[in-house]
Each structure stands twice: as structure tokens, then as C-alpha cells.
């Protein structure tokens, strides 16, 4: 199965869309993709308002990185510690950082401390796996430093659990697209406090310390 938009903008973007084989930056940016099993598949032309009939789609660069990025691992190794070694022993210059501080590999890291920790939150223990919920699943430094991407540095935090931990983060979740997926939570999860009891009670009794 891949994943594809339907309508696109065509002429405005000088290309037909691209089809996606992973959770990739586009996926987790956009929505309203279709999912199909072969090629070609029908495109339907925003700017023109007109069906451009079946089309052959190239794969998105993003997941080309993303494919890249998962064979990392082998026998002995998870892909996802091998990339959590890696940010570990790091030691990051400015040339190594986004416009908004965090480091360019951070998306990688983060991805990769979610799959470590199964897309559990450490706080309240409610389990984000299903694919549809990975969404919800973010990663907190715990000393504030964007650049600290040490493995003791970093929590599991479901996103009701993240914007949470203390009067910043209270104040970034309070607006904006952190406030909208906020909301999006509650409509998932509107018994949250609930079953946040009861996941936090069976997460601590099977957790490894």
C-alpha cells in the first residue's frame, strides 16, 4: 500500500504529487492522502478543476530518506539505536542546528526514541501505537536543551502529557497548531484522565528499571 493525494495543486507546483511508502515529514505535515496498491492511480488537477485521468507517481524524497534511515540496523542492532547512538555521542556546532534551535537530525532522533519506547508515554503510560495515534506521541528533553539529544536526556510523552510539563510548555500548547492537536487528543481520548490511571498503573508494574 501507498499513500498519495488525490487533488493537487499541479500547475501552481509544476508536478504531479508523490506517493508514500512511510510515516515521512510530508505525511505527518499534510492530510488527505488515499492509499492504493498499484500504479497508476487518478489525479485530479486543483488549478484546472479538471480530472487529469491516470497518472504514474514518482516516491517522495522524504521517504527516500526514510527508507535509508530505517536500514541503519542489522542483526545485533535496531535502526532506531543505532540512530540514538549516534545523536548521543554527537557533539553538535551552530552549522548543526534548525532556525528554532533543535538540531537538524532531530526528527530522526525523536522518531527513533518513539519506536524505542513503543510509542508509550512515560508520564501516563496510555499506548500511542496504533499507527493512526503515532501523531500523538512526541519527545521532551527533559533539561530543556534542544541540543541535548542524550538517551537519559529524553521522555516519551503522549501529547496531553507534553504540554503539561510546566508553564512553557503550558503557554506553546495554548495556541496555534500545538493547541488544534491538543483538541484533537480530547476528541480521541475524551476519557483521558481515566484510562490514563489505568494505563500509568499497568505501564509501571511491567516497566523496566
Sequence with gaps: M??????FATEH??????YHITDCETRET???????????????????RKDLGPKNLEL????????NFYSYGDDQTDWFDVILKKG???????????????????????????YKRGFICETCGIDLSDRRMEWFCEVHHIDNDK???????LKCLCVKCHSNVDDKHRSNYSEG???????????????WNSRAKECKTSFNLGRDI
Design 2 to 7: 501507498f499513500a498519495y493525494k488525490k487533488r
Design 13 to 18: 507546483y509544476d508536478t504531479l504529487p508523490r
Design 30 to 48: 499534510y492530510t488527505g492522502f488515499r492509499f492504493a496498491n498499484r500504479m497508476p492511480v487518478n489525479i485530479y488537477c486543483t488549478d484546472q
Design 60 to 67: 517522495c524524497k522524504n521517504c527516500h530518506r526514510q527508507v
Design 88 to 114: 548521543e555521542n554527537r557533539d553538535y556546532t551552530e552549522d548543526d542546528l534548525r532556525f528554532d534551535g533543535y538540531t537538524r537530525d532531530w526528527r530522526q532522533v525523536s522518531k527513533a526514541y518513539r
Design 147 to 153: 541540543t541535548n539529544n542524550t538517551l537519559n536526556n
Design 177 to 191: 497548531k500545538n493547541k488544534d492537536k491538543l483538541k484533537q487528543f480530547d476528541i480521541y481520548f475524551p476519557d
